[in-house]
Each structure stands twice: as structure tokens, then as C-alpha cells.
């Protein structure tokens, strides 16, 4: 990105930092991968899980830069803690890891001042 275009528009920036930061968390690595029902024995997963999300796919969207704004790539973020938390229920082991990972996502967004870049374009 051009050094001369405003700040606003380095959302992208950010939005790989936090990424790279999450992926990195101590239990994360169960987010950075598609869930695989097979190998998991989750046979039901996509019965109940319509959308389905993870880490890996992020970073992958943000690389290709598929991601229009801020807002759609921090909905995604939420997709995978919302997803665990359906599929597992809260008192399941995966969802205390993902409650770890989310409580780093939400002290990145506020290091790191996302609300900033949403914008309502």
C-alpha cells in the first residue's frame, strides 16, 4: 500500500498482526486449521456448524486480500468462537481454550485500536 494513502485504509495491517498474534496463542493451534469431522470423530459437525470457520482460512483470506474492510474480517475471527461455542457447548475443554484465545482478541482489538478502522463503507 502506498506510504500516501491514509491510515484509515491500513486495516490490513492490522487485521494480519492480530492474526499472526492469534494464531500464536498457547491454544489456538485447534483454530488454525479447518475442523475435520472425520479425523476429529465429530461426524455431525456440519449438521449443526452451517458456516463453518478457522485461523487458517483467515490468514489465507487476508493474504489474498478478500477481505473488503475491517468488519468482515474480525465477523470471521468471531465466526470461530462462536462456532466452538455451538458445537462444544461452554464447559467443554476446546471452548475454555477458545475463551483463552478470545480474551487475546479481545485485548488485540483494543491495543490495537480496531475500532478505528470501521468504518460504515
Same mark, same amino acid.
Given at each position: *500500500?502506498?506510504?500516501?494513502?491514509?491510515? #484509515?485504509?491500513?486495516?490490513?495491517?492490522?487485521?494480519?498482526? *492480530?492474526?499472526?498474534?492469534? *494464531?500464536?496463542?498457547? $491454544?489456538?493451534?485447534?483454530?488454525?486449521?479447518?475442523?475435520?469431522?472425520?479425523?476429529?470423530?465429530?461426524?455431525?459437525?456440519?449438521?449443526?456448524?452451517?458456516?463453518?470457520?478457522?485461523?487458517?482460512?483467515?490468514?489465507?483470506?487476508?493474504?489474498?486480500?478478500?477481505?473488503?474492510?475491517?468488519?468482515?474480517? #474480525?465477523?470471521?475471527?468471531? #465466526?470461530?468462537?462462536?462456532?466452538?461455542?455451538?458445537?462444544?457447548?461452554?464447559?467443554?475443554?476446546?471452548?475454555?481454550?477458545?475463551?483463552?484465545?478470545?480474551?487475546?482478541?479481545?485485548?488485540?482489538?483494543?491495543?490495537? $485500536?480496531?475500532?478505528?478502522?470501521?468504518?460504515? $463503507?
Amino acid at each position: *500500500m502506498d506510504e500516501a494513502t491514509p491510515i #484509515l485504509y491500513h486495516w490490513e495491517k492490522v487485521a494480519r498482526r *492480530m492474526m499472526t498474534n492469534l *494464531m500464536k496463542c498457547k $491454544n489456538a493451534w485447534i483454530f488454525n486449521e479447518p475442523v475435520n469431522p472425520e479425523k476429529n470423530g465429530i461426524l455431525d459437525y456440519f449438521d449443526i456448524i452451517t458456516n463453518p470457520m478457522d485461523f487458517g482460512t483467515i490468514d489465507s483470506n487476508l493474504k489474498q486480500h478478500k477481505y473488503p474492510n475491517m468488519q468482515s474480517f #474480525l465477523s470471521d475471527v468471531e #465466526l470461530v468462537f462462536d462456532n466452538c461455542f455451538t458445537y462444544n457447548g461452554m464447559q467443554a475443554l476446546v471452548s475454555q481454550w477458545c475463551r483463552e484465545v478470545q480474551t487475546e482478541y479481545n485485548r488485540q482489538c483494543e491495543q490495537l $485500536n480496531v475500532g478505528f478502522y470501521i468504518t460504515d $463503507n
